[in-house]
T-cell receptor, first 117, second 112 residues
């Protein structure tokens, strides 16, 4: 079945470091991918919609200069947390939907746990 | 805007008990409705879905029926197992923009 791969699954780094998270659709093409953030024991909050070949669309309250999104190909979107600080520590999850449309569901990656010291 | 409300957890049940997790939604259009499950330390897995009124989604013994008149999509299972322990998210998707809006999640603990 369709699979979305997210890498890395866990990253720990010092405050001030920039961290890049990759989201890949392994057996389908996705013109649109989504990035979510999940705080402990809370729901997923949509951060932005990643559009292949164009700028990402950010949800209200999400700093686009802080969370850089690049969707350079139909199978890869990246989220870079720039100059990360402890308050950026969270679980980040991406999702993607097959570009063929129709009734295709969104598929979620396994998430990236980011811990900033 | 669109929103999803689901019952607060945690819900603790004994094995083989009947499960209901309530979910209601608010939407301006005709959304698709989903239940996702998240096991500890993992991402989300689609459990079941329904795309139009009166549709019933089912998977692994879980069921939910899209009720337009009550704007509900309650999750049920007749006999839960310890392995069902997880967090369950009710969600909707407005087909106009593909965004998924999640409820806050319900943590389920099944005791042996």
């Amino acid at each position: 079945g369709a699979v979305v791969s997210q890498h890395p699954s866990w990253v720990i780094c010092k405050s001030g470091t920039s961290v890049k998270i990759e989201c890949r659709s392994l057996d389908f093409q996705a013109t649109t991918m989504f990035w979510y953030r999940q705080f402990p024991k809370q729901s997923l909050m949509l951060m932005a919609t990643s559009n292949e070949g164009s700028k990402a669309t950010y949800e209200q309250g999400v700093e686009k200069d802080k969370f850089l999104i690049n969707h350079a190909s139909l199978t890869l979107s990246t989220l870079t947390v720039t100059s990360a600080h402890p308050e950026d520590s969270s679980f980040y999850i991406c999702s993607a939907r097959d570009s063929r449309g129709g009734n295709q569901p969104q598929h979620f990656g396994d998430g990236t746990r980011l811990s900033i010291l | 805007g669109d929103s999803v409300t689901q019952m607060e957890g945690p819900v603790t049940l004994s094995e083989e008990a009947f499960l209901t997790i309530n979910c209601t939604y608010t939407a301006t259009g005709y959304p698709s409705l989903f239940w996702y499950v998240q096991y500890p330390g993992e991402g989300l897995q689609l459990l079941l879905k329904a795309t139009k009124a009166d549709d019933k989604g089912s998977n692994k013994g879980f069921e939910a029926t899209y009720r337009k008149e009550t704007t509900s999509f309650h999750l049920e299972k007749g006999s839960v197992q310890v392995s069902d322990s997880a967090v369950y998210f009710c969600a909707l998707s407005d087909r106009r923009d593909d965004k998924i809006i999640f409820g806050k999640g319900t943590r389920l603990h099944i005791l042996p």
